[in-house]
């Protein structure tokens, strides 16, 4: 079956930690796409990826990193300088920059310990 | 800026209680709009794209419409597996950033 798997379920994160989320789709989508959601608080944007080996930053990238080495994967790492990063990850594609419909991964929550 | 607004945060309805969910927006350009379903602890779960005023989508017990500043989820005899929360998102003309309301939580009671 096709589609997108996030991968920890859980995270814990312990002080001044890097922590990296994992992203695979094996629906040979060219766009991906990282978003976090607070609770009760809408998805905002943190890094996005139109093609491999580019990606930019979305309205809240300080204290994140990602990579797009292989088409079907997009990585994201929450540095030590994430100050709050306590929140549910979500990983999203799309078959390229011009669909709309974002097809989601099951998330990630991450806490801090 | 663009923005969007959804309204209300919560909603509580008995099985059977037909209802509506707003989306206010503002946007420089309307590329789409967009509805999703979202379960505790899941991925959100697409439902509609609406493009213009005017435009309505239906699927079983949701019917999706759009105005030129808002749009509206109608829920038609809700049953307790609608129960979720409802997405709204818009895409301008702009740029390619996809932006999302905060939802409404829905809850029905059997």
């Known amino acids: 079956d096709g589609g997108i798997t996030q991968s920890p379920k859980y995270l814990f994160r312990k002080e001044g930690q890097n922590v990296t989320l994992s992203c695979e789709q094996n629906l040979n989508h060219d766009a991906m796409y990282w978003y976090r959601q ?23 990238a300080e204290g994140y990193s990602v990579s797009r080495e292989k088409k079907e994967s997009f990585p994201l790492t929450v540095t030590s300088a994430q100050k709050n990063p306590t929140a549910f990850y979500l ?6 920059r011009d669909y709309e419909k974002l097809f989601f991964g099951s998330g990630t929550q991450l806490s801090v310990l | ?20 969910l707003n989306c206010s927006y503002t946007v420089s350009g309307l590329r ?8 505790p602890g899941k991925g959100p779960e697409f439902l509609f794209t609406l493009y213009s005023a005017g435009e309505e989508k239906e699927k079983e017990r949701l019917k999706a419409t759009l105005t030129k500043k808002e749009s509206f989820l109608h829920i038609t005899a809700p049953k307790p597996e609608d129960s979720a929360t409802y997405l709204c998102a818009v895409r301008s003309n702009r ?8 939802g409404t939580r829905l809850h029905i009671l059997p």
């Open chain 1, 38 to 60: 607070d609770p009760g608080q809408g998805l905002r944007l943190i890094y996005y990826s139109q093609i491999v080996n580019d990606f930019q930053k979305g309205d809240i």
């Open chain 1, 91 to 96: 990983c999203a594609s799309t078959p390229n």
């Open chain 2, 1 to 20: 800026e663009d923005q969007v607004t959804q309204s209300p945060e919560a909603l509580r309805l008995q099985e059977g209680e037909s209802s509506s």
């Open chain 2, 32 to 39: 789409g709009l967009f509805w999703y379903r979202q379960d």
């Open chain 2, 95 to 102: 740029d390619d950033k996809i932006i999302f309301g905060k």
